[in-house]
């Protein structure tokens, strides 16, 4: 009894201390699940079975029908054959809006005068809603790639453009008497300090480009496409597939986190410094 | 010693900004100068200028009237030959760069070997102290060591003139007390002429060998200092001197005298 108790004391912290983690992180599991699964359940009291209501069940399915539908349709070369395409489109239109935005955004941010001359125009182009130039672009470019990624570019490139302009005016006066004093290069003041300081700000206008791209994307591919997510989403619409038509809007969803995760890894390595300056002044 | 040769001269310097509201004299009349290695500080009422000086002397700032020669050469912007370091570290500094590359980027463009380079950078960094933290970013550091990081940034450099914009005002008494040697070591040590401003009357007569007394704006030198304490100082045998109270007792009543002059001349 003597020669058990120390031991006692000794393991059962570390036991409790491991079932409290256990039990933080099923909590935290089950948090991240809870809700979707609610949510399932729900869809599935609310969907018409295939065996009730003849007629009208094609128009609610349940999940299962939904899931399946998606395997047939999204998983395998169809993959390749109609989300590739659009992939494919989404990322020229995502590469294109951020270069673009952001090298119009620097010299736009850095000369006055071409600041003053461009405003009001800018506000102009950037307050019409770009699914209203489709017709126009398709007019110009025809129903080709590039007028799909013309149109993205129309509406992605805003929030990047207006945020670089902002962020690189905004560049610390003193940081930038600095640079002056010592005779830091154009190029190298670019680089080291316009940039760089702009940078929370070009990633939240990036941010928001990306669900504008991935909007204008569909919409391209709705008006005039023969490939495509939102050519196979109307497509399925029109034949009555409605199973097909959820499948492809949840792959849209996917492909939306997916962005939003490949946008969060890169931002946390170009914005490494701003979180933990932003951490530290928090104390 | 041997003598000194001239490095730094201020000839009838004026600024006046102009603004729609009415032109503001910053500095009226402004001549001194600088010998070659000599360490000297720039003192004056709060609000006199001090920093519109500094600018126009780095030629941050072109100067309404008189001349800056820095070497016998006018100085129409920013040299080679100067460096600066700035009041305020936290915008001076550069948080998305390491102190290493904050350091080494006005390097970059000076023609240097990449081993020159670093020995430059290295050499800089253990002389104020910081060979350890070179892979830190500033803002991972305490205000005194963001300070000598700038100071690192600024000798690294191999400016003939170190310009310092109070560059102590900002951190606490001890680590002043401790950047003031610093100071004092890397002039001794490097033969680099300085110019330091301060509204600090201790720190000016502790650090100066020369003290130059600024009137309130329109700025002019009310008058110049020589400060003959032992160049061998110590934070607390030399401020315990007689001499050294004298000194700062004098200064204390020029800047008094600054202040009420000023006011009896304004409207």
């Known amino acids: 009894m003597n020669a058990a108790a120390p031991s006692i004391a000794r393991s059962s912290p570390r036991r409790s201390r491991l079932a409290a983690r256990a039990r933080s992180f099923g909590a935290s599991i089950l948090f991240a699940v809870g809700l979707p699964v609610l949510i399932l359940l729900a869809w599935n009291l609310v969907a018409k079975k295939p065996d009730e209501a003849v007629g009208t069940e094609k128009f609610y399915p349940d999940p299962l029908t939904v899931g399946r539908a998606f395997t047939d349709n999204w998983v395998g070369p169809s993959f390749a054959e109609e989300a590739l395409p659009s992939l494919y489109r989404l990322g020229i239109g995502i590469i294109a809006s951020i270069a673009v935005g952001i090298a119009a955004g620097t010299v736009i941010g850095l000369v006055p005068w071409l600041r003053e001359l461009t405003g009001p125009v800018l506000e102009f182009f950037r307050a019409i809603p770009p699914p209203a130039l489709i017709p126009i672009v398709m007019l110009l470019l025809g129903i080709t790639d590039t007028m799909k990624i013309a149109v993205i570019v129309s509406g992605a490139v805003w929030p990047i453009l207006l945020n670089t302009i902002d962020g690189v005016r905004a560049t610390d006066s003193v940081m930038t008497e600095t640079a002056e004093a010592f005779r830091i290069t154009r190029w190298q003041r670019l680089w080291f300090l316009v940039l760089p300081s702009a940078s929370p700000r070009i990633m939240v206008g990036v941010r928001q480009g990306l669900s504008v791209a991935l909007i204008l994307m569909v919409i391209s591919e709705m008006f005039a496409s023969s490939s495509g997510l939102g050519y196979r989403i109307v497509y399925f619409q029109r034949n009555f597939l409605i199973a097909e038509s959820w499948s492809g809007i949840v792959l849209l969803g996917l492909i939306g986190v997916l962005l939003a995760v490949v946008f969060g890894f890169v931002e946390r390595r170009v914005l490494r410094w701003y979180h933990g300056m932003r951490e530290v002044e928090r104390g | ?267």
């Open chain 2, 1 to 267: 010693m041997a003598e000194r040769s001239t490095m730094l001269r201020v000839d009838h310097l004026s600024k006046v900004y102009e603004s729609p509201s009415g032109d503001v004299e910053a500095i009226g009349d402004l001549s001194f100068t600088m010998d070659a290695g000599e360490l000297v500080c720039v003192v004056g009422p709060s609000g006199c200028g001090k920093t519109t000086l500094l600018k126009c002397v780095a030629g941050l700032l072109r100067s309404s009237g008189g001349a800056v020669e820095l070497d016998g050469a006018r100085v129409t912007g920013p040299t080679p030959s100067m460096a600066l370091v700035f009041q305020e570290y936290g915008r001076s500094l550069y948080p998305w760069l390491t102190v290493r590359s904050n350091v080494e980027l006005p390097l970059r463009h000076k023609n240097l070997s990449r081993a020159e380079r670093d020995r430059l950078v290295n050499d800089s960094l253990l002389a104020v102290g910081l060979a350890d933290a070179a892979k830190s970013h500033p803002w991972q550091l305490s205000g005194g060591m963001q300070q000598r990081v700038a100071i690192a940034r600024a000798i690294a450099y191999e400016p003939e003139v170190l310009i310092m914009d109070e560059p102590f005002a900002a951190v606490d008494a001890q680590t002043r007390a401790d950047l003031e040697d610093l100071v004092r070591d890397l002039h001794r040590s490097r033969g680099v002429s300085i110019l330091f401003v301060t509204h600090d009357i201790d720190e000016s007569v502790y650090l100066g060998e020369r003290v130059l007394v600024l009137s309130k704006s329109p700025t002019r030198v009310l008058e110049t200092l020589e400060i003959d304490l032992p160049a061998q100082r110590d934070q607390i045998t030399t401020r315990a001197l007689p001499r050294f109270t004298e000194l700062r007792t004098h200064v204390y009543g020029q800047i008094q005298r600054a202040k009420a002059g000023a006011a009896v001349s304004s409207p």
